[in-house]
C-alpha cells in the first residue's frame, strides 16, 4: 500500500515558514548551549587562575623576601615589590573576608630603600594574632617580641610589636577600627625596616 501526500499550494507556504521557525529555534537553542558551555569553561578557568594566583601570594613569602633582601644591604625597589591585591596563606587561602563579603585586598609598599610596609585594605574577618603566628613559624623568628606595647584607651586599641630579623626588623601593629555604617575589624600593619631605623622609629613615638 502507497501513501501519497499531496501539499495544496496554498499551505506550501505555510508548511515553508514552520519549517523555516523550527530551523531557527534549532539554531538558537544549539548556539545558547555553546554559549553556556563556553561561559561554564571561562568561568572554571578564571577560578584555576585565581586559584594559582592565590597560591603564588603567601603573605609569608612576601614577607621572607623583603627582610631577605634587607639582611644583604639590597636596597628595596617599588617596581620589584609594591604589590596590590590578594595575599593567601600557605594553602592558598585568603588571609581574610572583607564586609562586602570578597577576599580582602592587601598592599605591600616599599617605604625607603630600607623600609617596607604591608597592609589589610578593608576591614573584614582577619584574624591578626594567627597571622602573625604564622608568619613567625614560616619565617622561623622567635615569637618573644623586643618591644610590646598596648594602648587600649581609646575606642579603637592599638598594639605595637617588634621582633627581630637578624639585621632587619619585623614590626607589627594592630589597630581596631569601624567604618561609619557600624561594621568593625582589625586594621594589621606589617612594617619590615633595617634594624637601626626600626629602633628610632619606635624611639620617636
Known amino acids: 500500500m502507497k501513501l501519497i501526500v499531496r501539499i495544496l499550494p496554498g499551505c506550501r507556504t505555510r508548511l515553508m515558514t ?11 537553542f544549539s548556539a545558547a548551549c555553546s554559549n553556556a558551555d563556553k561561559r561554564s569553561a571561562d568561568s572554571d578557568s578564571l577560578a584555576e587562575e585565581a586559584f594559582d594566583m592565590h597560591a603564588d601570594n603567601d603573605i609569608a613569602m612576601h614577607v621572607r ?26 594553602t592558598g587561602m585568603p588571609l581574610y573576608t572583607d564586609v562586602q563579603g570578597s577576599p580582602g585586598a592587601w ?17 573584614g574577618d582577619l584574624l591578626p594574632d594567627e597571622l602573625v603566628q ?16 598596648v594602648d587600649d584607651k581609646s575606642d579603637t586599641p592599638a598594639s605595637l610589636t617588634v ?18 555604617n557600624g561594621a568593625h575589624g582589625p586594621l594589621l600593619k606589617i612594617i619590615l625596616r633595617k634594624t637601626d631605623l626600626a629602633a628610632d622609629s619606635v624611639a620617636n613615638r
Open 134 to 149: 604564622y608568619i613567625l613559624a614560616n619565617l622561623e623568628i622567635p615569637d618573644e617580641p623586643l618591644i610590646h606595647s
Open 65 to 90: 623576601s623583603i627582610i631577605d633582601a634587607i639582611n644583604v644591604g639590597q636596597p628595596l625597589d617599588s617596581a620589584d615589590y609594591n604589590y596590590y591585591g590578594i595575599l593567601t596563606d600557605g
Open 18 to 28: 514552520t519549517l523555516t521557525a523550527a530551523t531557527l529555534l534549532i539554531l538558537f
Open 107 to 123: 598592599e605591600v609598599k616599599v617605604l625607603t630603600e630600607n623600609s617596607a610596609a604591608i597592609r589589610n585594605v578593608y576591614l
Open 163 to 180: 621582633y627581630n630579623a637578624g639585621s632587619c626588623d619585623l614590626i607589627i601593629e594592630r589597630q581596631m577600627a569601624k567604618t561609619t
